[in-house]
């Protein structure tokens, strides 16, 4: 069993950052891929970043430039860190945890899921 916990979420305007972190419990690296997706609403959740066990990553093209997937395996977190943010980035941000051989866009072949954590960008 594996619990994610995000942290980081808030309020910001267009342009301006901020740095979401998804804490882990257990041993999660080495054993899961881990992904950033985010919910906006009355959309489906969507992939946003992506990290490998071997520390490979991946980003969706509407963030590649402007986030950065990072992880600390003595904290075991991963972070999400967003700069120019625009109001089309405000959504639920979720952290997952992935089993499978390399890594997934897709939501529902995540395994674990944190409860997720608000990011508003206001214009």
């Known amino acids: 069993q594996v619990q994610l916990v995000e942290s980081g979420g808030g309020l910001v305007q267009a342009g301006g950052s901020l740095r979401l972190s998804c804490a882990a419990s257990?041993?999660?690296?080495?054993?899961?891929?881990m992904g950033w997706f985010r919910q906006a609403p009355g959309k489906e959740r969507e992939f946003v970043a992506a990290?490998?066990?071997?520390?490979?990553?991946y980003y969706a093209d509407s963030v590649k430039g402007r986030f950065t997937i990072t992880q600390d395996n003595v904290k075991n977190t991963v972070d999400l860190q967003m700069i120019s943010l625009t109001p089309e980035d405000t959504a639920v941000y979720y952290c997952?945890?992935?089993?499978?051989?390399?890594?997934?866009?897709?939501?529902?072949?995540?395994?674990?899921w944190g409860q997720g954590t608000q990011v508003t960008v206001s214009s």
């Open positions: 990290i490998t066990r071997s520390g490979n990553i």
């Open positions: 997952g945890a992935y089993s499978g051989s390399y890594y997934s866009r897709r939501q529902y072949e995540y395994s674990f």
């Open positions: 257990g041993r999660t690296f080495g054993r899961y891929a």
